[in-house]
């Protein structure tokens, strides 16, 4: 499936910025896209990506997993690398992006990845496949992509989880219809859902469930990374206690 307006002109143009072992993807200036240390490239290297990782607190072992935004794929890699019984359906609407993916050391995997220059909503909408995982975290030049904010979007969302599947969706905290988009998902997902602000407070991450009503007490009570290596610990045991944390607080 390509987007029928696949001339890269049409869109906005990426640039890196490497500098101390370090690359960076930028659509302007002051809005990071995605960061990378080229001597641990598939390390988290931004806080709401380890943020949104929180869908292993859900699901650690999901079949497949698909994802809107591609950036400089950051969460594709580290789930590639750590979930190796995954497969990725990744959804990117900006040709430009896609082109940058050997430079960010993305994996050409036919087998397990399938990487699709496309609308995220035009696949939510269309698609008759079913994924365990909904990762959303699409973004431009000029901030969240209208089209994966609407209300048709967040029920297409819903109907294309399995039926105990999960969305963690990626909003900015401080955009001004912050509670209208978040007050769409909780309708799309009759309410189940939990936000999490990332730790630097720029990001809210947003887990919705289609299966049974989300049990804080229960994901306190579970350690969803007691069968992954020391390598993912390391990355994401801090910030799962603070999600768990944050998830027993009022307001």
């Known amino acids: 499936m390509s987007h029928p307006e696949s001339d890269a002109s049409l869109f906005d143009a990426p640039f890196v910025f490497s500098a101390d072992g ?3 993807l930028y659509f302007t200036l002051d809005q990071l896209q995605s960061r990378m240390c080229s001597a641990r490239p598939t390390q988290l290297e931004v806080d ?7 869908f292993l ?7 497949n997993i698909a994802m809107i935004g591609l950036g400089g794929g950051s969460l594709l890699k580290f789930c590639y690398r750590h979930l190796p ?69 967040y029920d297409d969302c819903f109907k294309v989880l399995s039926p105990h599947g999960v969305m963690a969706a ?18 799309a ?9 990332s730790k630097e407070k720029s990001n809210s991450i947003l887990f919705a469930s289609k299966g049974p009503r989300m049990s804080v007490d229960e994901l306190r009570q579970n350690d969803p990374l ?23 607080q009022p307001g």
């Not at 709401?48 to 929180?54: A, I, V």
């Open 226 to 248: 007691k069968n992954f290596d020391q390598e993912v610990r390391d990355q994401l045991q801090r910030e799962f206690s603070r999600i768990s944390w944050d998830m027993t």
């Open 85 to 153: 019984d995954t497969r990725f359906t990744v959804l990117e609407i900006n040709p430009q992006v896609i082109a940058l993916r050997q430079e960010f050391e993305v994996p050409e995997d036919e087998t397990r990845i399938a990487m699709i220059c496309a609308d995220g909503a035009d696949f939510v909408r269309d698609t008759s496949e079913r994924f365990d995982v909904l990762l959303v975290d699409g973004f431009d030049s000029r901030g969240q992509a209208p089209s994966l904010c609407s209300q048709r979007f």
């Open 189 to 197: 997902f009759d309410g189940n859902l939990l936000e999490i602000a």
């Open 57 to 63: 607190m859900f699901n650690s072992r999901p079949a």
């Open 170 to 187: 990626n909003l900015h905290h401080d955009h001004p219809e912050h509670p209208v988009f978040s007050g769409r998902i909780r309708l």
């Open 22 to 24: 370090i690359k960076s």
């Open 48 to 54: 709401y990506t380890r943020t949104m990782m929180g």
